[in-house]
């Protein structure tokens, strides 16, 4: 499968859950409260959300920042293995695979800069989450950790 194929088949085959934080309320800007529960403490992020297959398949690609406390949460139809890739997208990522309960199942952290390599959910999962290279290591992020907000079914 070609490197479109692979972003477009993980664009439509995967749910990328993020949590919000109490009551998931919206912002004004198009971005959502996330928050993330890991044993170092709450941690809170604002995110956009990709919920239909332009958003999904466009993600964060041709971006050449993101503030230190954003991401893209990718929500989908069920539950089910997907891969994303790098192509076109100049910020190292962590993704963080997530399941319909709200529950971190994989981390793949620092994911390369424009590489067309296929990153597999390895389990099945209902949403990613895209944050900034390093961002799961400094709030101490790990697989069975909660994420909070109203896409997530507990």
Request: aromatic share 8%; with cysteine.
């Amino acid at each position: 499968m070609g490197a479109i194929g692979v972003r477009l088949w993980a664009a439509l085959s995967l749910v990328v859950i993020v949590a919000l934080s109490a009551g998931g309320a919206a912002r004004g800007d198009g971005l959502e409260t996330l928050r993330i529960v890991t044993a170092a403490g709450t941690h809170d992020f604002q995110v956009e959300i990709a919920r239909d297959d332009g958003s999904r398949a466009r993600g964060l690609m041709d971006r050449r920042y993101m503030p230190a406390d954003h991401g893209m949460l990718f929500e989908f139809d069920r539950e089910a293995p997907v891969a994303f890739w790098m192509k076109d997208t100049y910020i190292p990522l962590d993704m963080i695979f997530i399941s319909q309960a709200g529950i971190v199942t994989n981390i793949v952290a620092n994911a390369e800069p424009l590489s067309e390599r296929a990153i597999p959910s390895g389990p099945p999962c209902m949403a990613v989450l895209e944050l900034n290279g390093g961002a799961a290591a400094r709030i101490g992020l790990k697989v069975g950790d909660k994420v909070r907000h109203p896409f997530f079914k507990p």
